[in-house]
T-cell receptor, first 111, second 115 residues
Framework: AAGVIQSPRHLIKEKRETATLKCYPIPRHDTVYWYQQGPGQDPQFLISFYEKMQSDKGSIPDRFSAQQFSDYHSELNMSSLELGDSALYFC??????????FGPGTRLLVL | AQKITQTQPGMFVQEKEAVTLDCTYDTSDQSYGLFWYKQPSSGEMIFLIYQGSYDEQNATEGRYSLNFQKARKSANLVISASQLGDSAMYFCAMREVRNFNKFYFGSGTKLNVKP
């Protein structure tokens, strides 16, 4: 079965640079979620989209923005990167069932 | 207040034995869902099992079962016949109907299966 696809899988950036993370949900899933997981921490909810509209917002910094496109893929744009942004970024998608299915994550390292 | 509490930062279990990972939750909603995810050292988050608040039977998926005690607000994960590949971080999560698109995660339990 198709899973959630995230790209890139690994990303190294320098402070103050920008990064764009992409997420391709499972086919026919209309809801996308973004999470940030720091080392040794639980995933922190950033933002979610339903049918291309933002549906909920968590602890997403103002330097970050995201959107969901007409094909339901989503992008997380991160600007003015800081060292503390180094983390594993997950995208998850959900369809008609209750369950969120996670992608493999993007490991971002900010130097 | 913490929505999800996992009080066991780490646990050891002998291979082939059963283990219970604790999870308590806090909500005033009548309708909610409870989930368990497994995160191996490779980092991916793998869905294991789901329990709805109105489900009368405890959820089971293969070697995983969820011991749901609604009055105590607990949703413990039971892994039977532990395998070495079960060594991972385990997260309990909840979704409330009023915050339909937000998941709350616990801090996780690191399970080590000993040969």
């Amino acid at each position: 079965a198709a899973g959630v696809i995230q790209s890139p899988r690994h990303l190294i950036k320098e402070k103050r640079e920008t990064a764009t993370l992409k997420c391709y949900p499972i086919p026919r899933h209309d809801t996308v979620y973004w999470y940030q997981q720091g080392p040794g921490q639980d995933p922190q909810f950033l933002i979610s989209f339903y049918e291309k509209m933002q549906s909920d917002k968590g602890s997403i910094p103002d330097r970050f923005s995201a959107q969901q496109f007409s094909d339901y893929h989503s992008e997380l744009n991160m600007s003015s990167l800081e060292l503390g942004d180094s983390a594993l970024y997950f995208c998850a998608s959900r369809g008609r069932s209750e369950t969120q299915y996670f992608g493999p994550g993007t490991r971002l390292l900010v130097l | 207040a913490q929505k999800i509490t996992q009080t066991q930062p780490g646990m050891f279990v002998q291979e082939k034995e059963a283990v219970t990972l604790d999870c308590t939750y806090d909500t005033s909603d009548q309708s909610y869902g409870l989930f368990w995810y497994k995160q191996p050292s490779s980092g991916e988050m793998i869905f294991l099992i789901y329990q709805g608040s109105y489900d009368e039977q405890n959820a089971t998926e293969g070697r995983y079962s969820l011991n749901f005690q609604k009055a105590r607000k607990s949703a413990n994960l039971v892994i039977s016949a532990s395998q070495l590949g079960d060594s991972a971080m385990y997260f309990c999560a909840m979704r409330e109907v009023r915050n339909f698109n937000k998941f709350y995660f616990g801090s996780g339990t690191k399970l080590n299966v000993k040969p």
